[in-house]
């Protein structure tokens, strides 16, 4: 048993924020590119964010402090730190490179790294099932748009 406490979690949550170039976003860019008609407004992203943030490191810290005879709990780690690149890459992908095609290869990613979470922690741990359904749903919605800018925008990345 690893032993992480709630204070790694934070620490873990700095980083991360930190390395996901969240600075890069820009609602001037996204207006540029234009917006799918199904598109949450902009005030909506950050609050959901963190709160996905908080439930993906509270699932992270208790499967990592699950024993090392925990059935699936190095596939769930593994599946988890996916989650978490693709997390921290997004936004250069989308942002940074101008790349709608990344981004949406990244968001899809991530949705199956997710789903495949949620199906694998539900019979061994619910609670882990469960704090990561909500980011399912999110991802869900994420992964549309990222597709529907792939397919309507200019990918200034592959031309």
Excluded at 149 to 155: L, M, S, V, W
Aim: glycine share 6%.
């Amino acid at each position: 048993m690893i032993g992480l406490k709630w204070y790694h979690g934070v620490i873990f949550y700095v980083v991360v924020t930190i390395l996901s170039g969240s600075w890069l976003s820009t609602s001037e860019y996204l207006d540029s590119q234009g917006r799918p008609p199904f598109m949450p407004p902009d005030y909506v992203f950050p609050p959901v964010w963190i709160v996905n943030n908080i439930l993906m490191i509270w699932a992270g810290l208790r499967i990592a402090n699950k024993p090392e005879d925990f059935s699936a709990k190095k596939q769930l780690l593994w599946l988890q730190a996916v989650v978490w690149l693709g997390f921290v890459s997004f936004s250069w992908c989308y942002f940074a490179l101008h790349s709608p095609i990344l981004a949406a290869g990244v968001a899809l990613i991530m949705w199956g790294a997710n789903f495949a979470t949620v199906l694998l922690a539900y019979p061994k741990d619910k609670a882990i099932s469960f704090s990561l359904f909500p980011l399912l749903i999110w991802l869900s919605l994420a992964s549309a748009i990222a597709i529907y800018q792939a397919i309507y925008t200019t990918d200034e990345l592959f031309n």
